[in-house]
């Protein structure tokens, strides 16, 4: 539950249970997923780590309040992260971040350096100027992009096609897990806010907040950086990494030619095998 009275839905997974001092890995979605995507790695790694995945407010089963209730902005998501990693006084943490999970990792991680010790970002951006792809434009229209996003749910029926490489598809219970929490026009209100919150111009509202992020990158550097990249996604592209590495030049470095955005879903043990690789270095 967050200050405000809002539940912030979470999964805590480790065994044997309550085995106090475990190193945490804190696992942060993007849009239009929930925590359901981490459960491969949950399963991987809890028997050695503490492993908590949120959801964000509004997308898996956290509370999924109206616009009057609650400002669905970056700065606000990272001051939830924020609020959910103080009040659970987790420490020695490794965050991993997927597509919008990673930016407001970062930005929540800018925040409580001393709490996050290393950083595995998979397929996502920190910088105030970037691309748009057309297809996430177009879901940014006015009227015609809620119609799509919240009334005809495309953008995450669309996700589940197009943000996985040709070669695969997703099961249908897969595909079912993935959209059950967005069921209504009300329920796909986080996706369609999520969407409308990237912010492409200076004159966007988040502006501000994510070329904050990006100029303070640099603060990281003394962290452990891992970087695991679908090197087909057509939205986080390699360009991205690139811009990434520019910063972190001796990062961790994994490109999955064969992965599309959702690299856990195309290539999970290759990321799961690179993870415990990065978790064991000293």
Request: charged share 25%; net charge positive.
């Amino acid at each position: 539950m967050l200050s405000d009275g809002l539940r912030y839905h979470y999964v805590d997974e480790q065994y044997p249970r309550n085995s106090g001092g475990r190193s945490v890995i804190l696992m942060v979605h993007g849009n239009p997923t929930w925590s359901y995507m981490w459960r491969n790695l949950i399963m991987s790694f809890r028997d050695e780590y503490r492993c908590v995945a949120v959801d964000h407010i509004g997308c898996g089963l956290s509370d999924k309040p109206s616009e009057a209730v609650y400002q669905y902005t970056l700065q606000r998501r990272i001051d939830d992260l924020v609020e959910f990693v103080e009040g659970r006084d987790l420490r020695r943490v490794t965050l991993v971040g997927h597509d919008w999970g990673g930016v407001i990792g970062v930005g929540a991680a800018l925040r409580m350096p001393e709490r996050v010790d290393r950083f595995v970002l998979m397929n996502t951006a920190a910088f105030g100027e970037m691309s748009c792809p057309f297809r996430i434009r177009l879901c940014r229209v006015p009227f015609l992009g809620r119609f799509l996003v919240q009334g005809l749910n495309a953008f995450s029926l669309g996700t589940m096609i197009m943000a996985i490489a040709q070669r695969r598809h997703l099961p249908k219970e897969v595909r079912r897990a993935f959209i059950a929490p967005y069921d209504s026009w009300s329920n796909r209100l986080a996706v369609y806010k999520f969407i409308q919150d990237i912010p492409l111009s200076p004159n966007h509202p988040s502006y501000p907040t994510i070329a904050a992020i990006e100029k303070d990158l640099l603060s990281l550097v003394s962290k452990q950086m891992c970087f695991i990249w679908g090197m087909q996604d057509w939205c986080f592209s390699p360009e991205f990494l690139k811009r990434f590495l520019q910063l972190f030049p001796d990062a961790d470095v994994h490109r999955l030619d064969n992965a599309h955005h959702l690299l856990l879903e195309d290539a999970p043990e290759e990321v799961i095998a690179a993870i415990s690789k990065f978790l064991k270095k000293q």
